[in-house]
């Protein structure tokens, strides 16, 4: 009687067992949106940051922008011009809105060409530790970058039948995508304005996945690059406004 109770508690727990597994090989829309969000949560997504030197394109602290306004101002007739600073002065004020950096008016020392050092106004910028944590230069003039997410899949755009390549159950995907994990401190406003949103948004990967059939689960295979580069994206903006 023992044995036979033992057996049949056996029973249900190896039926619960079982029906609880999950079986990965099985061609759903989970299991291939769980394999490539793995793959896509590597993608790191940065955003422009004021903050490097005009002149040298080196990460400075604190980092002050000149006011373009101020009639001692002394203009330039290269790409570090007036309006080029006024783009970054009115993006830093989006990012203060979002309290991601605070901006502080005041008086500073500047080196003018053939002059030396002259007082002349701008404002000092100093950044939350969200920001501050991932700072790091770009090759653009006045502009750090610093992570805010990383990606997942928003949608499928095209899926092949499921083929038979170099004898691996084979399905090529194409993707579009979404900001993942996003940091607390980053608004919708500053994912709009810092280009985030339209770069993520029309971007589309491909992806060809197989099926392994020892470990039964999906692989990727080969993927295309997300091809997302936000801070360009906003460069080229501040640019084309301002010139």
């Excluded at 008086?107 to 701008?122: I, L, R």
């Excluded at 992806?207 to 392994?212: A, C, F, M, Q, V």
């Amino acid at each position: 009687m023992f044995y036979r109770s033992l057996l049949s508690l056996l029973s249900i727990v190896s039926l619960i067992f079982v029906s609880g597994c999950i079986d990965n090989s099985k061609l759903t829309t989970e299991n291939l949106k769980n394999v490539i969000n793995h793959d896509l949560v590597k993608n790191q997504i940065y955003i422009a940051i004021p903050g490097q030197s005009l002149e040298s394109g080196t990460m400075v602290k604190p980092f002050v922008i000149f006011d373009p306004n101020y009639e001692n101002e002394s203009n330039t007739s290269s790409i570090y011009d007036n309006m080029y600073k006024q783009g970054l002065i009115d993006y830093a004020f989006v990012l203060e809105k979002s309290k991601l950096l605070n901006l502080s008016r005041g008086v500073f020392k500047k080196k003018v060409e053939f002059v030396g050092s002259v007082d002349t106004k701008g404002y000092s910028l100093t950044y939350i530790n969200d920001i501050n944590r991932t700072l790091s230069p770009t090759k653009y003039p006045g502009i750090l970058k610093a992570m805010i997410g990383n990606l997942e899949v928003r949608d499928f755009v095209k899926t092949t039948n499921p083929y038979m390549k170099d004898g691996l159950k084979t399905i090529d995907i194409e993707v579009n995508v979404k900001l993942a994990n996003k940091l607390d401190s980053i608004s919708e406003e500053v994912v709009i304005d810092s280009y985030a949103y339209e770069e993520i948004s029309r971007a589309v990967i491909s992806y060809k996945l197989y099926l392994d059939e020892t470990e039964r689960r999906w692989k990727i295979k080969s993927s295309t690059s997300a091809k997302i580069d936000i801070v360009k994206r906003f460069y080229r903006s501040i640019c084309s406004q301002h010139f």
